[in-house]
């Protein structure tokens, strides 16, 4: 058995209140080859992971083959169908933005096929929305449908000029801004694009015609001047586009990972140097997709040379990791990961999610352990803290107030047991936390449906001058997880946020208790400025002693961190939930200072649960509960 041991002076709790850098560490969430959205439980760990090994932007896919990953009204009314037949019953998106604030990650819903709305199994196959809506169809100048038939020609494209094309699009943009609590939104080599073969629907060349004194569009379509004008009408879409996000809140970060230009431009009409020199763009993340690192070295200098110096803070790079049975190399990710710094590229997002857990997380834990392993911000946000990790109180913490008869049962929760109530004199749960800074927050409670829970569980949410009773059915196994009982508005402090009582329970049932997290509402505290964001201390607890381990909950490693006055002899010991021993350091000397110690749990051979990292310091004895997820 193997133990990491690492002690070392730090600056005071530098992982939470001195950033060291901004950079843009990002990934994209597929729905294909990939496993993590079709399970809530999967969603969960995937965020815990990504967190865990630096990376602080999320792009989940909400628009593929013609569907909406989220249950969407839009679609409903133009289609009948209201999400992906895959994840009827669920809302993938919904769990995504959850789980990654929680992490103090932000989520850029990724609009992945744009214009393109099917992709076609054979060439009749036009898919369902060009079915009902014909001309809403890219078609070339023989009246076929429009694709780069030697590159990807199982596309069915939309008319990205056809008005009636841009407001459906706009319309599914604006409902994902309009419902979720989202950090900006994303498009990629299909919007604003079409195939240079495209353009000659009857729409587009009616269009055209009007503004040019009634001539047809020129036969070649690769004509400049015909290009030309095609690229500006999606241009002038993409600019309406940005303006319409930007006015739900300049918060909100406009993204785009465009074809390399000016390929795509060439090939897709894809036009992104207007877009960053004609600022109307956040995010300029262009695919450098290549096999090779001097292939990518060679690519993105190219992709440098059409950026101007002043707009550089807003270009990142898209890195290929995985694809097929291809997948990078460690040495190949660090050194582009070292060149875009070396061009001061301050970030990249990756292509895709599975290739940082393949080979058993090579690659992931490759850079937790390198160039991720310092804490990193976004660039966009100026410094500041714009997704502040989720605030959560367990109902075993010392700061939850009990009334009544309640027993801890080893039904898994969020950390470990839940806990539950049949008795007929009132009994109750009152939760108190640590507010950081004054705003409004997201309450959401922990559920664990079982079938002899209440149906009417009483929840009474309580906000800065006020309170409002919610109740909640904890049999119904759609509510499992995190379920949201309300915005609440709280002023910094120790603050009461909920009580759960049982004064309305059916007899023979229970009521079931476990943790409740507060999340900053951006749609609704846009402006509140998040510069420093420390551990909550308890009371009457010194902060120089306070123990806590990052990431917690973890899934290989952790850190336990803790402060001290001045050297100590010191010994650390693990304890499962049924008070077992499962590790113990033996005594050693930690220095003044800030100190940390590795614990590699995939060492210890011990199962998934929740564990007790006891801390003595001989004069103090410290406990922090840690989570552990194979």
């Given at each position: ?369 390198s160039l991720y392993n310092l804490v990193s911000i976004p660039p966009h946000r100026n410094g500041n803290i714009f997704r502040p990790k989720g605030i959560i109180k367990d109902d075993t913490s010392q700061s939850t107030i009990r009334i ?227």
């Amino acid at each position: 058995m193997k133990i990491f041991i690492r002690l070392l002076f730090l600056p005071i709790f530098s992982f939470y209140s001195n950033i060291l850098s901004q950079e843009l560490r990002a990934v994209w969430i597929t729905n294909v080859d990939s496993n993590v959205l079709f399970s809530d439980r999967a969603i969960q760990e995937a965020m815990d992971y990504l967190a865990s090994i630096g990376i602080n932007t999320v792009y989940p896919v909400v628009w593929n083959k013609g569907y909406t990953l989220y249950p969407s009204s839009v679609m409903n009314q133009h289609f009948g169908v209201q999400i992906h037949p895959s994840f009827a019953g669920r809302n993938p998106l919904e769990k995504v933005i959850i789980e990654a604030h929680r992490n103090g990650m932000e989520v850029i819903p990724w609009f992945e096929f744009g214009f393109s709305s099917w992709y076609a199994q054979n060439q009749n196959d036009s898919g369902h929305i060009i079915k009902k809506y014909p001309h809403w169809a890219c078609l070339d100048r023989t009246g076929k449908f429009a694709t780069r038939e030697s590159v990807f020609p199982q596309f069915i494209w939309m008319s990205g000029i056809n008005p009636e094309v841009q407001n459906f699009m706009t319309s599914l943009v604006m409902e994902v801004i309009n419902n979720y609590d989202v950090d900006g939104i994303q498009f990629d080599d299909r919007l604003p694009a079409m195939p240079v073969e495209g353009g000659y629907d009857s729409v587009t060349v009616l269009i055209y015609k009007r503004e040019n004194n009634n001539n047809n569009p020129p036969y070649d379509y690769h004509d400049p001047n015909w290009k030309r004008w095609r690229a500006n009408k999606m241009n002038q879409y993409f600019k309406k586009l940005y303006d319409t996000v930007k006015s739900k809140g300049n918060y909100l970060i406009f993204s785009s990972a465009p074809s390399v230009y000016p390929w795509g431009y060439e090939y897709y009409l894809q036009d992104s140097k207007t877009w960053i020199d004609s600022n109307y763009i956040d995010q300029l993340i262009p695919q450098i997709y290549r096999y090779d690192y001097y292939s990518y070295v060679s690519e993105l200098n190219n992709q440098l040379n059409h950026i101007p110096l002043s707009k550089r803070n807003k270009f990142f790079s898209g890195i290929l990791i995985k694809l097929g049975n291809y997948l990078i190399t460690p040495d190949y990710l660090l050194n582009s990961i070292k060149y875009n710094r070396q061009r001061n590229v301050m970030g990249e997002s990756f292509f895709f999610y599975e290739g940082l857990r393949a080979n058993n997380n090579r690659l992931g834990d490759t850079l937790k352990k390198s160039l991720y392993n310092l804490v990193s911000i976004p660039p966009h946000r100026n410094g500041n803290i714009f997704r502040p990790k989720g605030i959560i109180k367990d109902d075993t913490s010392q700061s939850t107030i009990r009334i009544g008869n309640w027993s801890i049962l080893s039904i898994p929760g969020f950390y470990g047991g839940i806990s539950w109530t049949n008795d007929t004199t009132y009994s109750s749960l009152e939760y108190f936390a640590e507010v950081p800074f004054d705003a409004w927050y997201h309450l959401y409670v922990y559920i664990v449906p079982n079938i002899i829970a209440t149906t009417r569980a009483r929840y009474t949410i309580y906000s800065q001058n006020d309170s409002n009773v919610v109740f909640v059915d904890q049999s119904k196994s759609s509510n499992a997880g995190w379920y949201k009982l309300g915005d609440v508005y709280l002023q910094k402090g120790n603050r009461r946020v909920l009580k759960l009582d049982n004064l309305n329970l059916e007899k023979g049932k229970y009521i079931i208790s476990d943790v409740i997290m507060l999340l900053l509402n951006r749609k609704l505290s846009p402006g509140v400025l998040v510069t420093d964001v420390k551990p909550e201390t308890p009371k009457g607890h010194d902060y120089k002693s306070l123990i806590l381990n990052y990431p917690n909950p973890f899934n290989s490693s952790t850190k336990i961190f803790f402060n001290l006055y001045k050297s100590k002899n010191v010994n650390i010991k693990i304890f499962d939930y049924l008070g077992r021993l499962v590790y113990d350091s033996g005594d050693f000397i930690a220095s003044k200072g800030e100190n940390y110690y590795d614990i590699d749990f995939a060492t210890l051979n011990v199962s998934s649960g929740i564990y007790f990292c006891y801390l003595n310091l001989m004069d103090q004895k410290k406990t922090v509960k840690m989570v552990y997820i194979r």
